[in-house]
């Protein structure tokens, strides 16, 4: 069965460091795969997608993301944390052919001055 | 532009009230989930259309029901409230395929006593 793993409930960060959002997930199949942020009493917002091709996506707000298939995993990235980053994100995956998305818990970012 | 528009923001139910939560969007997009979200459990699933006229179960969908009579509206209908179905609840719609990436409304917070 498909399933998403982010291991890191929260993650603090100081102002202008790097951060790395981790996301597993296991297919037996082909996935797509996502994320989210989510700000205080906000929907979700789409950063950014992997669907085919390079391994390096390059989302919104400075994110990006590296596919590794060997590893299975999605990890978001970021080189400079600003406060306004402080948010949940979400990793998710979509099995090809199927329109279910199986969503990660989430990863409670929280940047500090 | 409106994107997806759910009403209401927020909502209190007594045990065994019925209501139905609106979603609206005006995208022209086939693809319209319900997902509800918990604290540590990520988003969940609970029903999905491809289309009009055409409706799917997701992952908790007991004690919820939905229709899609047209592109634009997919409202979800609780039959018979219960406090574990206090959540906050998000509408989504997605071009073409779930591949695309959803957009998300901004939420209805229930609050079942």
């Known amino acids: 069965a498909q399933s998403v793993t982010q291991l890191d409930s929260q993650v603090p960060v100081f102002e202008e460091a790097p951060v790395e959002l981790r996301c597993n997930y296991s297919?037996?199949?082909?996935?797509?795969l996502f994320w989210y942020v989510q700000y205080p009493n906000q929907g979700l917002q789409l950063l950014l997608k992997?669907?085919?091709?390079?391994?390096l996506v390059k989302g919104i707000n400075g994110f990006e993301a590296e596919f590794n298939k060997s590893q299975t995993s999605f990890h978001l990235r970021k080189p400079s944390v600003h406060i306004s980053d402080t948010a949940e994100y979400f990793c998710?995956?979509?099995?090809?052919?199927?329109?279910?998305?199986?969503f990660g818990t989430g990863t409670r970012l929280k940047v500090l001055a | 532009n409106a994107g997806v528009t759910q009403t209401p923001k927020f909502q209190v139910l007594k045990t065994g009230q019925s209501m139905t939560l609106q979603c609206a969007q005006d995208?022209?997009?086939?693809?319209m989930s319900w997902y509800r979200q918990d604290p540590g459990m990520g988003l969940r699933l609970i029903h999905y259309?491809?289309?009009?006229?055409?409706?799917d179960q997701g992952e908790v969908p007991n004690g919820y029901n939905v229709s899609r009579s047209t592109t634009e509206d997919f409202p979800l209908r609780l039959l018979s409230a219960a406090p574990s179905q206090t959540s906050v609840y998000f509408c989504?719609?997605?071009?073409?395929?779930?591949?695309?990436?959803?957009?998300f409304g901004s939420g209805t917070r229930l609050t079942v006593v």
């Open positions: 995208m022209n997009h086939e693809y």
């Open positions: 297919s037996s199949v082909s996935v797509y």
């Open positions: 259309s491809v289309g009009a006229g055409i409706t």
């Open positions: 989504a719609s997605s071009a073409r395929g779930a591949n695309y990436g959803y957009t």
């Open positions: 998710a995956a979509l099995t090809s052919g199927t329109y279910k998305y199986i």
């Open positions: 992997y669907l085919s091709g390079s391994t």
